[in-house]
């Protein structure tokens, strides 16, 4: 599947829904910014949104081809990380004039989560000008922001066009880089998950975007030694591979097809990071080596007997207890999404032992931790950094809480409902 057959959407798919993804045009090849006139040429006031470094990139180029139809530039100077919050959108919104009538950002994750924000609310179009392929948001409808100390994700459009000049990607800091194959490692993992709720749960699943997405996975391993070696032609493949993955999240409306066990950890580590000023790795490689910790979970309960499953009654007060441990001036929040859930105060226990030789169909159907293992030391990840960033303890907390951060079923529930019920005692 090309991107240009995914941008054309689907209306006859079996799963029922209309699969539709309203971005207009994708560009990704040398000097694209030359592009810009042409798919920006129905707005006159556009706002450019920029940091220093990704302004650096290829702020000038843009500048240079949109000539007197920017209207105002915005460049952020954070002191370290730019954080998606509520200050930067505040900044951001300040600039927003009745004049402007098209936001275009110029960068990866952050700037595009909060020019996609903001152009929502805002009721305007964007357009984003990539400068790493560090992240599959590009294309897809929610924005990740940190509201209140929290990562949410909250509903926003997709960008009229995506546009990014292959170079300019491969000029990126490698860790980025790195980033972006991990995030596509990483589908692995989510997309067991998905059959794994389907399951379980019944889950909503459509056989289409599961297939597109695992061939985008599988495109993007062969790319593995091309990426390593920062190859133009790899590093757009890569970047068409992150766009497309996107898209199929536009399919289905959600993040379901892109995001499971493995970035509720990722998603974890950054919340705890932030709430209590301790490091964290970038989103992808976080997600990969996250991906490695759930194949280790899924072999884990692939040794266990299903006749032989234990179920205990929720323990409220040790959950609290940890939650508050963990989570500290988040944790009243993280502890209100679930009694609104209320998925604690079920059983699983008896649906799994009744479905456990198919369950164990899904979670055999996955790479084990050895291979994933290997795809991601094959770009120069470091999984033994990641052990050691984070240790032992905080590893483990995730694999029983960072689920609670989300409203979706993964291998993580399965895991916890197991490990609370007292069956790996
Ligand atoms: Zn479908
Ligand atoms: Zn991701």
């Not at 098209?102 to 305007?124: A, E, M, R, T």
């Not at 992150?242 to 409306?253: F, K, S």
């Not at 209590?276 to 970038?282: A, D, F, H, M």
């Amino acid at each position: 599947m090309t991107l240009q057959q995914l941008l054309l959407g689907k209306s006859d798919c079996p799963c029922g829904k209309v699969h539709d993804c309203p971005i207009r045009h994708v560009v990704i090849k040398t000097d694209a910014c030359r592009h810009l006139p042409k798919v920006t040429q129905a707005y006159h006031h556009i706002l450019v949104v920029a940091d220093t470094n990704t302004y650096a990139a290829c702020g000038a180029r843009v500048c240079e081809v949109l000539a007197d139809r920017v209207c105002d530039t915005l460049i952020y100077t954070p002191e370290g990380i730019l954080v998606p919050d509520e200050s930067a959108i505040a900044a951001l919104r300040a600039r927003v004039s009745d004049r402007v009538d098209l936001i275009l950002g110029i960068g990866s994750g952050v700037i595009n989560d909060l020019c996609k924000f903001v152009s929502f609310d805002c009721g305007l179009p964007y357009v984003i000008v990539a400068t790493a392929p560090s992240m599959d948001g590009y294309a897809s409808r929610g924005a990740a922001l940190i509201l209140d100390g929290m990562k949410v994700t909250l509903n926003a459009a997709v960008p009229q066009a995506i546009v990014a000049d292959v170079d300019v990607l491969a000029a990126a800091p490698m860790d980025m880089i790195r980033a972006g194959y991990g995030d596509i490692i990483g589908k692995y993992s989510c997309l067991n998950d998905w059959r794994l709720s389907r399951e379980v749960r019944g889950e909503y699943l459509c056989e289409y975007v599961l297939q597109a997405t695992y061939d985008e996975v599988e495109k993007t391993v062969a790319l593995a030694d091309g990426i390593a070696a920062r190859s133009p032609e790899a590093i757009g493949a890569l970047m068409e591979a992150l766009v497309a993955v996107g898209i199929l999240m536009a399919y289905v409306g959600n993040s379901r097809p892109a995001s499971g066990s493995e970035h509720h950890m990722s998603h974890y580590f950054e919340i705890v990071g932030l709430t209590r000023g301790e490091p964290y790795l970038p989103h992808g490689i976080d997600v990969c080596c996250s991906a490695v910790q759930t194949a280790l979970l899924r072999e884990k309960l692939l040794s266990l007997d299903g006749s032989a499953l234990l179920s205990a009654a929720f323990d409220r007060e040790r959950y609290e207890r940890d939650v508050r441990r963990i989570y500290g001036t988040v944790a009243d929040e993280v502890i209100a999404l679930q009694n609104k859930m209320g998925w604690y105060d079920t059983n699983r226990i008896p649906a799994y032992r009744e479905k456990w030789a198919r369950i164990r169909e899904i979670l055999a159907d996955c790479p084990t931790a050895e291979q994933l293992l290997a795809l991601v030391t094959r770009v120069g990840i470091s999984y033994e950094d990641f052990c050691a960033l984070y240790g032992d303890q905080k590893i483990k907390d995730g694999l029983l809480y960072a689920k609670d951060l989300k409203d979706r079923y993964t291998v993580l529930w399965m895991y916890c409902d197991l490990y609370f019920g007292g069956t790996f005692a």
